[in-house]
């Protein structure tokens, strides 16, 4: 295999794009098929899924690209089973190509770690910024045209799966094809028409119909070269392209065809101006038919009013740097947008501080609209039409029309509105915004610009620049504490200022507070207001004189219909910040369709917050608020049907991976329970489980706290069986805490003395025990755990009151499955001879135990004989084991079966079969998903190789890594100290 050279280091950019002397000059180009050429020679990037990831990051140069995001992107159908270990293989093929410091991990995703000027797309807007900002005509076009060259086709043409190129490419053909016109326009106004620009136009207009400014450009170009019935041609043709799409031409069109017509002047065509050029600093507007009200009579009325509505500046304004200059430069920078006025937006959930950042923004473009101001606050009324009109009223007052003036029907007041901006430079800010509101009164006036805020993102908006406000950086909130309070108090206490930023969450409404509150406290120590905030009502002291967090978040509340307020408090049943459909579904008794639907309703009001999992989840002072308006009745018995339906669920999971075995410690759910769900298969419980198991833990551990029966027997039930899966599903083989959850909640045993019962601990002392039946499933599991630890001593222990446990309730099937755990541990142990004993009864029985169980206790006396060295016995259990029962391809029976052989054919000195069977289970484990069982079998195969005297270096090396980036504590060490004798050839 070649190596390639990191491309990255010592690359040095230049101006432009050019790299630095020395360096060698990186392209990658997106403006066609994606390709990437090192000094101009094509460097082979591997086509399909990497393509895309190298796509994804370009397109974001500096930015974070998620590792969900770039899953969606490729498979977008169908996800593999472990998408994040799939995503990495393929960054690995990017930085074979591109040098390893070309694709940065950067938290939960990766960003390109070069220069963002090697990317053509970076380069291209860098031209046609500078063209925009050139008044040297001729130097503009060069720029323009320099640009152009950089246009191979179609867009991200060639990727595949094609989702990101179906997301991005149209917007990036709209670029490209803008500043073609402009070059186009500026040609013709310098040059005139001749057979090459025409040439080009009649491409550009054949190629993309929609674009009705080529086809004016060309029409006009004809006509000046004498071909007026060409130019009518490409009318009639643009025309019958629209309207296979269903559009009809636009007016500047059409009057262009009407000129054209008559054989009239083009003076005043769109090639008669300097394309970008700036307008007047401040236009004199005359009245006229198309400006003035109709005969306003109130004194000072009409376009000669100039308003000043516009708060004062905010102070102590910290934080938001980038989107102050985004939404900055789209309200002052460049050409204003054709048929409408600059538009941004700010949204994001209450209290994030949109109307702070929208008062500075305004602040910070006043000069380039001094016609001007007006505010118009839209939180005032949950009547989208009425506060339209009352907000339009308010307006056309600043504009001078009142009393009699002021017309009474909503349209005519709109289009009075409209006419009054006509021709001026105003800027308005329309604060907290509904967007049945916006449309409305939106001025139709280009020269004008309007800010708005809103809680929603307003889709339907057409906006120049976009923001939607996150909480505040813990750098940001304390920054802003501290330009309230003073530096010099928070240094004095930094522990409780850390406490005080830790209850305000990130909220700037809440940081502004709490600053509020102690700089009008100077007394106050901020470890005393830090104390009533941990211990008191929250939401009470994080309200001062005209502010309060409750109220901000009332004010959503109540806009909701009673159906979906009554929906909103029953989050309260949830232990956790963050829900699902399905989870919703059950606890709002509705399908999950309605479920999705009042999801997404909260979501739009930003109450809760998408995930980008599919879940939605909301902020800690957001949870507080549902509590504090939930009815805890009401949310207690959501709760206890919810976790009726999960104790279900996992029943159900139990059963697919173990068909033949009894689920023990599941009680009866509550009634009205809906029946659990469903799973095809091991992959289906692992996708369903895996990001929920803390959630379901932490539901379970709220109602053991209750103490209520029945609900810590549905509590402890789920824990023992989410133990059971979770083992097999999501590495949990050194996780014990959910076993001893359910021990703590049960009767303390009559040994309380023993190291396996942590009295200490709370929960230890329970009105209402657990079912001794759940209890004995909960020493199975911590004996399974504690064996899996190597923690032999204590698993024994553990076994042995499992034993106990089940003798004393009659339970011979689960006895003797604790009688095959049992003789396991023996065999870690080396206690073989004990194993062989312990085993016999579960070997012998034909009336409890199930085939699959039976092969599993011959497996296990098969390790034990191969440990006492008696190999013919030991084979000959293995064979009998395959012949009472074939264990699934692709199952934790199979990796035992496969485990155990290693051990067989290892002590009979077998050493093609030994191997064979260790990479058996190695790929079993990877293709279970199990990343402890992976390290376990990488452990055993690099004891196997150096058994027979092989290297086994690599296999140990690979079960270290898999085991200390899995957090398996003792495999990593038992991992590290193979390595050490591999490496010593022991």
């Known amino acids: 295999m070649t190596h390639t050279p990191d491309l990255d280091v010592g690359l040095r950019s230049g101006p432009g794009g050019v790299a630095g002397p020395g360096a060698p000059q990186l392209d990658v180009r997106l403006l066609g ?69 070309a694709v940065e991990s950067a938290g939960d995703g990766y960003r390109l770690g070069l220069p963002p000027d090697v990317v053509d797309v970076t380069r291209f807007r860098g031209l046609f910024a500078a063209a925009r900002a050139m008044d040297d005509l001729p130097g503009r076009l060069a720029l323009l045209d320099q640009a152009l060259v950089m246009w191979r086709g179609n867009p991200l043409a060639g990727l595949w799966p094609d989702v990101l190129t179906c997301q991005t490419a149209p917007s990036l053909l709209d670029e490209v094809l803008t500043v073609a016109e402009r070059a186009h326009e500026l040609r013709l106004l310098l040059h005139g028409p001749d057979d090459g620009v025409i040439r080009e136009l009649r491409e550009l207009a054949t190629a993309h119909p929609e674009r009705e400014g080529a086809a004016g450009q060309l029409m006009i170009a004809l006509y000046r070269e004498g071909r007026q019935g060409d130019a009518l041609g490409v009318f009639h043709d643009t025309v019958r392209a629209l309207r296979a799409v269903g559009r009809r031409p636009g007016r500047e069109l ?147 029309v009142g009393g009699s003036d002021l017309p009474p029907c909503p349209h005519e007041r709109a289009e009075l509105f409209r006419r009054l901006c006509a021709g001026r430079r105003l800027l308005v800010l329309m604060d907290d915004a509904d967007p049945d509101t916006v449309a409305s009164l939106l001025p139709a006036e280009s020269e004008c610009a309007v800010i708005v805020t809103s809680r929603r993102r307003i889709p339907s908006l057409p906006a120049d620049a976009r923001v939607d406000l996150g909480m505040f950086s813990e750098p940001e909130a304390r920054e802003l504490l501290a330009s309230v309070v003073g530096a010099d108090r928070l240094e004095a206490e930094p522990d409780a200022t850390t406490a005080v930023l830790e209850r305000c969450a990130g909220s700037p409404l809440a940081v502004r507070i709490a600053a509020g509150r102690l700089a009008t406290r100077p007394a106050w120590p901020i470890g005393h207001f830090a104390g009533r905030l941990r211990d008191g009502d929250r939401l009470d002291e994080l309200r001062a004189g005209g502010l309060a967090v409750s109220a901000m978040l009332d004010a959503t509340y109540v806009s909701l219909q009673p159906v979906q307020a009554q929906r909103y408090r029953l989050l309260a049943a949830l232990t956790g910040a963050t829900v699902d459909v399905e989870t919703a579904a059950v606890v709002w008794e509705v399908d999950a369709a309605e479920a999705r639907r009042l999801l997404d309703r909260l979501a739009d009001i930003r109450l809760l917050e998408h995930d980008g999992e599919g879940g939605y989840g909301w902020h800690d002072l957001v949870g507080d608020h549902i509590r504090a308006v939930s009815d805890s009745v009401a949310a207690r018995t959501a709760r206890r049907r919810l976790l009726g339906y999960l104790l279900l669920t996992l029943r159900n999971a139990r059963l697919r991976l173990r068909p033949a075995d009894r689920v023990p410690g599941v009680p009866t759910p509550p009634r009205g329970c809906p029946p659990g769900r469903q ?62 959850t359910v021990l703590r909640a049960a009767t303390p045993p009559s040994d309380s003395a023993s190291p396996l019962w942590d009295s200490s601990q709370p929960g230890t002392s329970r009105s209402a025990g657990v079912q001794p039946a759940i209890t004995a499933a909960a020493w199975t599991n911590l004996t399974l755990t504690l064996a899996a630890q190597h923690r032999l001593d204590e698993a024994l222990e ?189």
């Open 679 to 740: 799973f095809a298969d091991r992959c289906a419980i692992h996708a369903w489980l895996h990001p929920r198991r803390t959630q379901l833990i932490a539901l379970a551990r709220a109602e053991l706290a209750g103490g209520e029966y029945p609900a810590v027997d549905h509590a402890a039930g789920l824990l023992v069986v989410l133990d059971a899966v979770a083992r097999e599903c999501c590495d949990s083989g050194d996780d014990e805490e959910t076993a001893r």
């Open 254 to 400: 059409a009057a262009l065809h009407a000129r054209l017509l008559t054989g009239g002047d083009l003076t005043g065509a769109d090639d008669t101006a300097a394309p970008d050029a700036e307008p007047p600093a401040r236009p004199v507007v005359a009245p006229s038919a198309r400006t003035a009200p109709a005969a306003p009579s109130a004194p000072g009325a009409g376009p000669g009013t100039r308003p000043e509505q516009l708060p004062s500046r905010p102070r102590s304004f910290v934080g938001r740097d980038a989107e102050v200059a985004t939404l900055a430069a789209a309200l002052r920078d460049g050409p204003a947008p054709e048929g409408r006025c600059r538009t941004v937006l700010v949204s994001g959930p209450g209290g994030t501080g949109k109307t702070t950042l929208a008062l500075r923004v305004a602040h910070e473009v006043l000069d380039h609209y001094p016609d001007g101001q007006l505010f118009a606050d839209l939180r005032t009324s949950s009547d989208a039409a009425a506060l339209g009109t009352d907000a339009l009223a308010g307006l056309l007052r600043a504009l001078g």
């Open 33 to 101: 098929a994606v390709e990437v050429r090192r000094d101009g020679v094509p460097v082979p990037v591997p086509s399909g899924r990497p393509a895309v990831i190298l796509a994804a990051l370009a397109l974001r140069p500096g930015g974070v690209v998620t590792q969900g995001t770039l899953a969606r992107l490729l498979w977008p159908d169908a996800q593999p089973e472990h998408p994040r270990a799939a995503l990495q293989t393929h960054v690995t093929r990017v930085r074979a190509v591109l040098g390893r410091f």
């Open 798 to 986: 553990a076994a042995e009151r499992a034993i106990e446990l089940r003798r004393e309730l009659g339970d011979r099937y689960g006895e003797l499955i604790m009688f095959d755990n049992r003789a396991c541990i023996d065999v870690e142990a080396g206690r073989y001879q004990e194993a062989v004993d312990v085993i016999a009864a579960c070997v012998a029985d034909r009336e409890f135990l199930s085939a699959q169980i039976r092969a599993r206790c011959l497996r296990t006396r098969a390790r034990a004989y191969a440990g006492l060295g008696r190999c013919a016995d030991a084979r000959a259990d293995l064979a009998a084991a395959d012949a009472v029962e074939t264990p699934a391809p692709v199952s934790y029976d199979a990796h035992y079966a496969a485990s155990v052989a290693v051990a067989v054919h290892r002590a009979a000195g077998d050493r093609d079969e030994a191997l064979r069977s260790s990479w058996q289970a190695v790929d079993i484990a990877v293709a279970l998903g199990s990343t402890w069982m992976r390290a376990l079998s990488l452990l055993d195969a690099a004891r196997t190789l150096r058994h027979f005297g092989a290297d086994g270096r690599v296999a140990a090396a690979d079960a270290v890594t898999v085991a200390v980036e899995n957090r398996h504590v003792r495999l990593a060490a038992e991992a590290r100290a193979e390595l050490t004798l591999a490496a010593a050839g022991r």
